[in-house]
């Protein structure tokens, strides 16, 4: 019971807490399209693939080729001197849309938010005016 209740304090503390990190898998997973062992599984990442991600709890948001996801934080190993697995701060936008509406865009690379897959042209610059 008590290791019931020390868990459970634990997963509370860690809601709502996010951080982009760098992870790599330590087997073969599954990128889910829901934070759920039900979620639909839009890709399957090989072992010892190298991914940036943000964690909430128990899944990690992250995308592995050109396709986003979850991914359970037990199938990945923190890369040292990369940013924790959890901690305060972290952004996703689903889309140049959502970032545009978040009053954020365009982001560089390198900040929190920033993202491959919204920058079309590769230029560092995510959801620049013209792109989607």
């Known amino acids: 019971m008590t290791n019931i209740l020390r868990a459970s304090a634990l997963a509370l503390a860690l809601l709502g807490a996010a951080q982009a990190a760098t992870a790599v898998t330590t087997t073969t997973a599954n990128l889910r399209r829901a934070p759920s062992m039900s979620g639909a599984v839009v890709a ?5 693939r190298l991914l940036t991600v943000a964690c909430q709890g128990s899944w990690c ?7 986003g996801g979850y991914m359970a934080r037990s199938l990945l190993r923190p ?27 365009p982001l560089r690379i390198g900040n929190v938010g920033y993202r491959v897959g919204l920058d079309q042209n590769r230029n560092g610059w995510a959801c620049e005016l013209g792109e989607r």
């Open 44 to 48: 399957v990442v090989p072992q010892g």
């Open 61 to 67: 948001r992250t995308t592995y080729q050109g396709r």
């Open 79 to 105: 890369v040292p001197r990369s940013a924790p697995l959890a901690g305060q701060g972290t952004r996703f936008f689903a889309s140049c849309q959502a970032m545009r509406r978040a009053g954020v865009a």
